[in-house]
């Protein structure tokens, strides 16, 4: 295994430089400063590139001010950390372990991923990677099967962030042949002691998490970030059916987007409602009804055919038809 920097100690983007023997270069950020110095923590900023990372997820993602704020806030201590370090104080590697809790579609995946690019820029992972499993990946069917597996994962892991979906699976009380357990203990000596070399986000619904955690208080233990993905209003599912048509090369006409908020609130209504995800579907859709509409007219069509979700491209859902469906 690639030996591992020190903790904070990082002098830029990528893989610590190392000199001929593969040690790590001595850089400005590992020489210990006089208590008279100072550090420029703009030029730190500016040299991690973390700015990068936090715009892209202001762009990726709309709304989760709350959840944005906690990133800043992570990214802040992180740096903060880094100059502490140039001085020579030792405040001790912090504990990134998180928990996201939310519904399915509120950004907790593409948060995760972002997170492991902010870590790794700052010098707190050594990849940039993130290993994205659920209870399958983990969970063996038969007896001696469960740690192979667990091992592998957190194997491939190492180095990065591991996020865990719906960890509440993970722990199933009502059945004592269930070897979800054995994955858990695995789990919780890696996570304490490799802590310096790999994150773990466990992510689900929150009252399911809560459960889970009460039945395993080693785990909780050992979480230090408990972030709360809030469902989109409204306004904010009409922000990401604009981006996502926008990214593929269509537009809503000034028509349509009445009747888009409609959809919308209708299929926020209604059961498996899934934030962004629905969204994704309901312009998928949209994008069927559309072209199929075109070829059935036949004929010349221009840019703005070509381009434009019309009002009927929705209005064929069945949420308009059939309350009772989903789509």
Do not use: W
Not at 25 to 34: G, I
Not at 82 to 101: E, K, Q, V, W, Y
Not at 277 to 305: C, F, K, P, Q, T
């Amino acid at each position: 295994m690639t030996e591992r920097m020190e903790f904070g100690m990082r002098a830029a983007v990528g893989e610590a430089p190392q000199a001929a023997d593969g040690a790590p270069e001595p850089s400005e950020t590992a020489r210990t400063l006089p208590p008279d110095a100072s550090v420029d923590l703009a030029a730190e900023r500016a040299g991690t590139q973390v700015d990068e990372v936090l715009d892209a997820l202001d762009a990726e993602l709309v709304g989760l001010a709350p959840v944005k704020t906690r990133i800043r806030e992570i990214a802040a201590l992180l740096l903060v950390d880094r100059a502490r370090a140039r001085f020579g104080i030792d405040s001790g590697r912090p504990n990134l372990h998180m928990c996201f809790t939310g519904g399915p579609g509120t950004g907790k995946t593409t948060v995760a991923l972002r997170l492991a690019e902010l870590l790794h820029r700052l010098g707190y992972v050594r990849k940039s990677h993130l290993v994205s499993v659920t209870r399958d990946d983990l969970v063996g069917q038969y007896v001696g099967h469960t740690a192979p597996k667990t091992k592998e994962v957190l194997k491939r892991a190492m180095g990065g962030v591991l996020f865990i979906d719906e960890a509440y699976y993970l722990y199933r009380a009502e059945n004592e042949r269930d070897y979800g357990q054995e994955a858990i203990e695995i789990l919780l000596q890696v996570m304490e002691n490799r802590r310096d070399d790999l994150v773990v986000v466990l992510a689900g619904y929150k009252d399911r998490m809560d459960s889970f955690f009460a039945s395993n208080p080693g785990m909780s233990s050992r979480i230090a970030h408990h972030i709360d993905f809030p469902d989109y209003t409204v306004e904010e599912l009409e922000a990401i059916g604009r981006l996502m048509a926008e990214r593929q090369g269509y537009r809503l006409a000034p028509e349509t987007e009445p009747v888009f908020r409609d959809y919308l609130e209708r299929r926020r209504a209604r059961p498996r409602f899934a934030n962004a995800r629905s969204v994704r579907n309901a312009i998928e859709r949209a994008r069927l009804r559309h072209a199929n509409r075109l070829i059935a007219a036949g004929g010349r069509v221009g840019l703005d055919d070509l381009t434009v979700l019309r009002p009927e491209d929705f209005l064929a859902s069945r949420v308009f038809a059939d309350p009772d469906r989903p789509s």
